[in-house]
């Protein structure tokens, strides 16, 4: 499985960005799906996740509310609609598939993974 995750770029604090994550030859609905940011300096940390089954959803708390992720089978992509972003959201944005009915929050329990997409948040 081949992960491809778009959307990042540059918004002021209070704007909105959407990421994308799309599989290649591969339908992205067999699989749970999480996203993670790494800021300079931290640890790589759950964002979000859904999961493959019942559709089960996990935020962090810090943008629970602000953040929603689903499912576009249509264009066979997890998305994550970010608004409200504040200068902390600041990071590089991964997403990873597992073949799994469940979601996870740690990094390696999944076994694909996208290339990063950079979401900066400035004023």
């Known amino acids: 499985v081949q992960l491809q995750a778009s959307g990042g770029g540059t918004v002021q604090p209070g704007g909105s960005l959407t990421l994308s994550c799309a599989a290649s030859?591969?339908?992205?609905?067999?699989?749970?799906v999480g996203w993670f940011r790494q800021a300079p300096g931290k640890e790589r940390e759950a964002v979000s996740a859904?999961?493959?089954?019942?559709?089960?959803?996990y935020y962090h708390g810090s943008v629970a509310g602000r953040f929603t992720i689903y499912r576009d089978s249509a264009k066979n992509t997890v998305d994550l609609q970010m608004n409200r972003l504040r200068l902390e959201d600041t990071a590089v944005y991964y997403c990873?598939?597992?073949?799994?009915?469940?979601?996870?929050?740690?990094?390696?329990?999944?076994?694909?993974w996208g290339q990063g997409t950079l979401v900066t948040v400035s004023s």
């Open positions: 990873a598939a597992v073949q799994s009915a469940n979601w996870y929050d740690r990094w390696d329990e999944y076994d694909a």
């Open positions: 030859g591969y339908a992205l609905e067999y699989s749970s």
């Open positions: 859904i999961s493959r089954d019942d559709g089960s959803i």
